[in-house]
């Protein structure tokens, strides 16, 4: 089993920042990437920011620039630093890993149970 905790939502005011956690657990043998996602209300879920095994990154348009994406080097625990918050990252953020459960296996992915981020105006 794999376990995926989030942590770091809240309440913020527009142009402030908010860091977000989510830490890996389980057994498995490797993750492939992890990512954040984020779900607003009667809006589809959307990738926000991807991070891989070997660091490379890459994030929506929408937060580019503004967002950053980080990992620990075991690949257990990543990061969003979030900075010029709007109203419109107003969503429940969810972590997702790519997890590959042994050496012949290929990605599954995890979710956590989602965190979430209100950005008043």
């Known amino acids: 089993q794999v376990q995926l905790v989030e942590s770091g939502g809240g309440l913020v005011q527009a142009g402030g920042s908010l860091r977000l956690s989510c830490a890996a657990s389980g057994r498995f043998f490797s993750i492939n990437a992890m990512r954040w996602y984020r779900q607003a209300p009667g809006k589809q879920r959307e990738l926000v920011a991807a991070v891989t095994s070997g660091g490379n990154t890459d994030y929506a348009d929408s937060v580019n620039g503004r967002f950053t994406i980080s990992r620990d080097s075991a690949m257990l625990t990543v990061h969003l630093q979030m900075n010029s918050l709007k109203p419109e990252d107003t969503a429940v953020y969810y972590c997702?890993?790519?997890?590959?459960?042994?050496?012949?296996?290929?990605?599954?992915?995890?979710w956590g149970q989602g965190t979430q981020v209100t950005v008043s105006s």
């Open positions: 997702n890993a790519n997890v590959r459960r042994g050496l012949l296996t290929s990605g599954d992915d995890y």
